[in-house]
């Protein structure tokens, strides 16, 4: 699914983090908010022109980088998202929001060990990452690292205690980890909180034992 980038988000972007003065950086900023609203109206290559000529305007603007790897990302230029998530880490190495999305590209690709590196990153930069947090935990479940996916998802319930994607993963994990009944009552709130998934995955692997034992 295509993710529509917020103007305003943007904004924030640019004035928060922009740096380098003078008629290149200037450049620089209207061609990325140029690409973004193209981006937003589905010229999606027109986009990517626009980037092109922000990073020929400034090639430090990691800005134009991060957006157009999210452009490629999209379309499933794995390695071409990877290579701009690259440079816009090489030119703002404290980016939290590139750490996340490489780190997506990463599990894409099957890379577990990798994006929790780079998920860890994410976090290490803003504590209260709840995507990061939830992307980690379904890494940690692809190698079986069951006991450290659940803390994950318990972090995520620390900070919003009805996240009910955090409910629904933690339930599945702790009935792999053997842990029914917590698992059973985490995908029952789960349910509460209206993922009706959850309910399946009660009657396929739950019982009425698990929820009053």
Not at 55 to 83: T, V
Not at 177 to 188: H, N, T, V
Not at 192 to 209: F, H, K, P, T
């Amino acid at each position: 699914m295509k993710r529509i980038l917020s103007l305003l988000v943007l904004g924030v972007g640019i004035s928060s983090f922009s740096f380098g003065q003078g008629a290149s950086a200037q450049a620089a900023t209207e061609f990325t908010v140029a690409g973004i609203k193209l981006y937003e109206s589905k010229q999606f290559m027109e986009a990517i022109v626009s980037f092109n000529s922000a990073i020929e305007a400034d090639p430090s603007y990691f800005q134009a980088y991060f957006f157009r790897a999210n452009i490629k990302r999209d379309f499933e230029d794995l390695h071409g998202a990877m290579k701009d998530y690259n440079h816009t880490l090489e030119a703002n190495p404290e980016f939290a929001d590139a750490y996340f999305e490489r780190g997506n590209v990463k599990f894409t690709l099957q890379d577990y060990y990798g994006a929790i590196q780079d998920y860890s990153k994410a976090i290490e930069l803003n504590e209260n990452n709840v995507q990061a947090y939830y992307k980690r935990g379904q890494a940690k479940q692809q190698l079986e690292a069951y006991e450290d996916a659940i803390n994950d998802c318990t972090k995520i319930l620390e900070i919003n205690n009805d996240n009910v994607d955090a409910f629904y993963l933690r339930g599945v994990l702790r009935i792999e980890y053997g842990q029914m009944q917590a698992g059973c009552l985490d995908l029952s709130k789960a349910g509460e909180l209206g993922d009706l998934n959850a309910y399946q995955v009660i009657r396929e692997r739950c019982n009425s034992s698990c929820l009053t034992n």
